[in-house]
């Protein structure tokens, strides 16, 4: 898996290592998968000043994103569960790809 950090992200030293921690969780649930994959963190804050981090996953056939809180990230069981929901996210843009190809149908996601 080919990963990104932002220098936004790599900045915030405790963050920085939730994130890796994240992303050795990433490549256990991509499994055989990961070398096609693009997995992009970056460090923002909402409109009250929270710290948040986006990973964008990505491939050949399209992305998805979600956003995390430092809390969110500390916490094993929740945060294997939205990368599954992300990986997820990913898959179904990968099959609607392929389908279109196959079928020539129109986009329609």
């Not at 196959?102 to 329609?108: N, R, S, V």
Request: hydrophobic share 40%; glycine share 8%; aromatic share 10%.
């Amino acid at each position: 898996m080919k990963v990104i950090y932002s220098d936004r992200a790599r900045r915030w030293g405790e963050g920085f290592a939730l994130l890796q921690k994240a992303t050795t969780c990433l490549e256990e649930i991509l499994g055989p998968s990961a070398g096609e994959v693009t997995a992009e963190w970056d460090r923002a804050e909402n409109g009250h000043g929270s710290r948040m981090f986006a990973l964008r996953l990505s491939d050949e056939t399209g992305a998805a994103t979600a956003v995390f809180t430092p809390d969110e990230l500390e916490s094993y069981s929740h945060m294997r569960q939205w990368l599954n929901f992300l990986w997820v996210d990913l898959l179904q843009t990968r099959s609607a790809a392929i389908l279109q190809g196959l079928t020539g149908a129109p986009k329609d996601y």
